[in-house]
Every structure is written in structure tokens, then in C-alpha cells.
């Protein structure tokens, strides 16, 4: 079991920044792949990025793509989405994952953490 724990939401103003933070603990010594997702109100959850376990290889969706860094400390378990240039269409609940694939669709993942709230204001 690997239990994943966000922080870093809240409240910000169009063209400002973020970044996420997850903490992964449990059985943390395998190499899980990490990701981003979100889901709006209403919306589906979808894909916003996701890194290898050695941090060599990462993928985004289109529409963060250049706005978004993903990144890991695999020393400190802990995996990061750096968001800058927010606007009010990246409002939701961002969600960390794990899993044994490297994928961009929450069917490739095991592991959830509960999600921490971003709010973009015009």
C-alpha cells in the first residue's frame, strides 16, 4: 500500500503561481510512476502530468503544457507540480497518483491521495 498525501492549494489570482506538493508513504520502495490529475466540478478527472520514477522522462496535457512543471525528490518520496501563469480554467480539485505505468489515464494508476483545492480568480 503507498499512501499520498497533496498540499500547496488554495486561493490565487489569474497569472499567478502555485506549486503542489505529494508526499508518498508505505511501500514507497517500489518505482512508481507519478501524476497529476484534476477534476472540476461536474467534470471528469483528467490527466495533467506525470513523470517516470527515475525523473528522465515527462508528459503533459496540452493545455498546461509551457504553464506546468512536474518534477520528484524520489529521497524525500515527494513529487511536485510547479504552476505558474494560472488562469480560472485551472480551477479544481488536483489530484496525486501512483502507479506501475507510466500513463496519462487514471486507469494506470493504483494509488490516490484525497486532492487539494485550487481556485483561480479573474
Known amino acids: 500500500q503507498v499512501q499520498l498525501v497533496e498540499s500547496g492549494g488554495g486561493l490565487v489570482q489569474a497569472g499567478g503561481s502555485l506549486r503542489l506538493s505529494c508526499v508518498a508513504s508505505?511501500?514507497?520502495?517500489?518505482?512508481?510512476?507519478m501524476a497529476w490529475f484534476r477534476q472540476a466540478p461536474g467534470k471528469e478527472r483528467d490527466f495533467v502530468a506525470a513523470i517516470r520514477w527515475s525523473g528522465t522522462s515527462t508528459m503533459y496535457a496540452d493545455s498546461v503544457k509551457g504553464r506546468f512543471t512536474i518534477s520528484r525528490d524520489n529521497a524525500k518520496n515527494t513529487v511536485y507540480l510547479q504552476m505558474n501563469n494560472l488562469n480560472p480554467e485551472d480551477t479544481a480539485a488536483y489530484y496525486c497518483a501512483a502507479g506501475s505505468y507510466y500513463y496519462s489515464h487514471t486507469a494506470g494508476y493504483e494509488y490516490w491521495g484525497q486532492g487539494t483545492q485550487v481556485t483561480v480568480s479573474s
Open positions: 508505505g511501500r514507497t520502495s517500489r518505482s512508481y510512476a
